[in-house]
């Protein structure tokens, strides 16, 4: 049983090695509800590399003002999960209902939901309204017809990486991605680059797809069978030069970038940055031969596709493309053998705080996904 003082992980700002577990603010004997809010008990969230990015990124995306702490010293990092509603004062959503949605690395969060529909409601507290829209949005498990309780791991720990990366396939597939007719994804056995490789190698008429990984991620990498080649980093100095290609960066290392724009120079038609596996080579590179690399803020696409057509999909036909490719994505996961993604559950704080320095070390196991509990 979560006790009513709660816990979260905090982590140091300005040294992501720095952490400590403190009293959660939203826990019961620290926080009563005003009209309007409910408290969600937060049950498992997942952790991958797509969080050590939130924590890379923190101030420069504004990953720390979702969850504040009360010290500018100190961030908690955001994950994706689910929770249950224990305490309403919001008529429209009572306690029971089961959620899913962007959370604290804790036990517990407040939020005050409003535009209830069936589906969800959107967390209105002050603090997130000039927040990415997107990470305000928590789903009703019952009302979720993608929902399966036996997946609730792949859920949290793959979802929301899939719909980066599906965005990402159709972000390039909408620029004719850019007249090149090569596609270099670093990172290419983290889950988000290879769900980007799914997607795209998905498509009738595409460049052709190239994974970069370290030699130790080489044989899981190239075993998915979604790109046409995975090569180690060591041999970006060998590609052909002269071939228009993009890159699409999981990895941030600035050595690696260095490397690409140095490669392909002119030839490089866009340089994407998506992530931070390598956050401790993180940085822009100084002045690179090629195009300024350019971040991909997911975000934003969600924006253009949800505008009503001509200009977009609108909302119902976005999540209607969205589900169909994530099933056909999730089917090709746990069809492999052996699957993609294994998932293991881990409880308490010394495992929280061990599986995040794993993470923040890149020593986690690529074919694992973790769901955690404090």
Sequence with gaps: MVQDAGSRLLVARGNLHDVRIAPDPDAPDRRALADGELRLA????????NNITYAAFGDAMQYWQFFPTGDDAWGCVPVWGFATVTESRAAAVP???RVYGYLPMGTHLVVRPVQV???????AQAHRQALAAVYNQYTFCAADPAYVPAREGHQAVLK????????IDDF???QGFCGATQLLLSSASSKTAYATA???SARRERPRIVGLTSPSNLAFARSLGCYDTVLTYDEVPGLDGSVRTVYIDFAGSTTVRRAVHGRFVDQLAYSCAVGGTHWT????????????????FAPAQIRKRRAPPPEGWGAEGLNLRLVEAWQRFID???GASPPWVSIRSERGAAAVEAAYRRMLHGKADAREGLMLAL
């Design 281 to 296: 080579v993180l940085g822009g590179g100084g002045r690179l031969p090629g195009p300024k690399p350019e971040l991909f």
């Design 42 to 49: 937060i049950d498992r969230f997942a952790l991958t590399a």
């Design 198 to 200: 799914f997607c795209l």
């Design 332 to 334: 090709r996961v746990d």
């Design 117 to 123: 529909k069936a589906s969800g409601f959107v967390d």
């Design 160 to 167: 929301p990486l899939f719909t980066t990366a599906f965005l």
């Design 172 to 174: 390039f597939a909408d």
């Design 95 to 97: 306690a029971g209902e």
